[in-house]
């Protein structure tokens, strides 16, 4: 790994786990001790949060403990493809959404353009430049339904005790259960099909690198 390389992969590291910290930092300094636990439980229930944190943690991996299970994980091609969905949903459905709901300023404003712009684009930046290990299979794209899916379980099991619902369309008081469950079937469809399309650009940029002929020695 050359400087350059280290470098960038340690400051895109930093970039995705900055916004998470500070939306936190942000929601935490509101709250006192005894709401601060359920709001903690709040602010890990929003899609942003885990697609944010997942890619710092995917990124940071490899970097503090090359050797580990999950860095090896991280640096796989289809886990890379997924984390890319994830983040690339995370960015449409915020700016063709929800942006308009509401005005943030400030670190409110530097936080939500980390969580929803910066960091998705570096991410899909840095899967352009680097790939991934091995080739990307297409099963990838089904595991990537997983963890939308588990997403949707918990915020319906959560908001059905709570009341507490990240997005207005995942709002069950206002939209009903059938309502709600089509919209997650259709979003468990969506990260499929954009999955799928981040293997097949996987795919194709592995067989190219392994198609280029090897340089002639002297």
Known sequence: MTDKT??????IALVAASG???????????ETLATLPAKTVEFFSYFTILSNTLAAIALAAPLVAPESRLALWSERAGPRAAIATYLAITAVVYHTMLAHTWDPHGLRLAATTLNHTITPAAFLVDLALRGGQG???WIAALKSMAFPALFGAWTLAHGAVSGFYPYPFMDVAKRGYPAVLAT??????AFAIVCLIFVALSRVRTRTASAKPAPLSA
């Open 135 to 137: 080739e990307a299979r």
């Open 20 to 30: 998470p910290l500070l939306q936190y930092g942000l929601m935490a300094y509101d």
């Open 184 to 189: 997650i079937v259709q979003m468990g469809v």
């Open 6 to 11: 280290k470098a960038w992969r340690v400051l």
